[in-house]
C-alpha cells in the first residue's frame, strides 16, 4: 500500500534559478541511473522476494527513492520555472520547454525517455542485491558530478542529502548481501568446473601503453604477473596457446546442479534441494499431430 505525504523528505531551496543546470538534473529523474529506474527496481525486486526480511529492505528503500524522486523533482522544476515565460531559458531545452510547458517528465538529461530497459531485475536475490549496490555507486557519481556543476547553495545541500542517502543505502544492501552468509562468489546452484574458475587467461600480448599518443612509457607485459588478480585473488595466470602457455584447462565436465552453496534466503526454486530439473523434450506426440 501506498500513501502520500504532503511534504518533501528534504526541504529544496533554490537561489537562482538555472534552466541549464535544471536540464542536467533530468538525469537523475528520468536518466539511466535516476531516481525512478532506482525505485521501480528496488520495489520490483521486492515484489519478487521471498525473505521477509529483506523483501522489506527493497520496499522501504524502493519507497524512500520514490521520495527522493519527489525532491529531485522539485529542484529541478525550480531550475526549470524561467522556461515558462523566458524565450533565452526556453532555449537551455526546447523540448522540456515547448512540450513540457516547463515541467519536468520522464527523459534524461538529453531527452531519451525513461524506459524499463534500465531495471536489473533477475528473481535472484543475491545477484540482484549486487546489481542494487553498483546502482547505488552509479547514482552516487552523478550526483556528486551534478554538485560539481552548480554554485548554488540550497541546490548543492539538496544533492549533498541525496547523494548521502544513496550511500547509506549502498550499505544497507551489502549488508543484505552478507546476512545471506553465502561464499563471496556463490551464485546460483551450479559451482563453476574446480580449476578452470580459478584461472585468470592473459589475453593480451605486447607491452603496455600508458599514454594515449603511442609516447614512450611502456611496461613490459612480464609485470602482469604482479597485478593483485593474478595471485593475492587466488587466481592463477595462465598464458596463451600462441604464446607458449598451457592456455585454459578446457577438459569437458559436467554441470552438477545442486552443489553451490545457497541460502535460506534465496528466491526459490534456489536455496532448496533441487537437484536436476526435470527437461520435458517435445516428442513425437507433437510430430503425429
Ligand atoms: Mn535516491
Ligand atoms: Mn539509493
Known amino acids: 500500500m501506498y500513501h502520500h505525504v504532503k511534504k518533501l523528505m528534504y526541504t529544496v531551496q533554490v537561489g537562482t534559478p538555472d534552466p541549464r543546470f535544471g536540464n542536467?538534473?533530468?538525469?537523475?529523474?528520468?536518466?539511466?541511473?535516476g531516481e525512478l529506474a532506482a525505485a521501480m527496481q528496488y520495489s520490483i525486486q521486492g515484489f519478487n522476494c521471498e525473505d521477509p526480511g529483506c523483501k522489506d529492505l527493497l520496499m522501504d528503500i524502493g519507497t524512500e527513492e520514490l521520495s527522493h524522486l519527489e525532491v529531485v523533482g522539485a529542484l529541478i522544476r525550480m531550475h526549470l520555472k524561467p522556461m515558462k515565460t523566458d524565450r533565452a531559458a526556453a532555449e537551455a531545452d526546447p523540448l522540456v520547454?515547448?512540450?513540457?510547458?516547463?515541467?519536468?517528465?520522464?527523459?534524461?538529461?538529453?531527452?531519451?525517455?525513461w524506459t524499463a530497459d534500465y531495471l536489473k531485475i533477475t528473481g535472484d536475490l543475491a545477484v540482484d542485491l549486487r546489481s542494487n549496490i553498483a546502482a547505488e555507486a552509479r547514482a552516487k557519481i552523478v550526483y556528486e558530478r551534478l554538485i560539481s556543476f552548480t554554485d548554488d547553495k540550497g541546490s548543492k545541500q539538496a544533492l549533498q542529502f541525496l547523494m548521502t542517502r544513496e550511500i547509506t543505502h549502498m550499505r544497507a544492501f551489502t549488508a543484505a548481501?552478507?546476512?545471506?552468509?553465502?561464499?563471496?562468489?556463490?551464485?546460483?546452484?551450479?559451482?563453476?568446473?574446480?580449476?578452470?574458475?580459478?584461472?585468470?587467461?592473459?589475453?593480451?600480448?605486447?607491452?603496455?601503453?600508458t599514454s594515449e599518443n603511442g609516447g614512450s612509457e611502456n611496461r613490459k607485459n612480464e609485470t602482469l604477473g604482479g597485478e593483485p588478480w593474478t595471485h593475492n585473488s587466488g587466481l592463477q595466470l595462465v598464458d596463451s596457446e600462441i604464446e607458449g602457455g598451457e592456455g585454459l584447462d578446457i577438459t569437458p565436465y559436467d554441470p552438477q546442479p545442486g552443489t553451490e552453496v545457497t541460502s535460506k534466503k534465496d528466491s526459490?526454486?534456489?536455496?532448496?534441494?533441487?537437484?536436476?530439473r526435470k527437461v520435458k523434450t517435445p516428442g513425437k506426440k507433437l510430430k503425429a499431430s
Open 268 to 276: 526459490t526454486p534456489v536455496g532448496e534441494d533441487v537437484g536436476e
Open 177 to 209: 548481501l552478507e546476512s545471506m552468509e553465502k561464499p563471496r562468489f556463490s551464485i546460483g546452484i551450479i559451482k563453476p568446473t574446480p580449476g578452470l574458475v580459478d584461472q585468470y587467461f592473459n589475453a593480451s600480448t605486447g607491452e603496455s601503453d
Open 97 to 113: 520547454a515547448i512540450a513540457g510547458g516547463g515541467g519536468v517528465s520522464l527523459v534524461n538529461s538529453v531527452g531519451d525517455a
Open 24 to 33: 542536467m538534473l533530468l538525469e537523475q529523474f528520468g536518466g539511466a541511473n
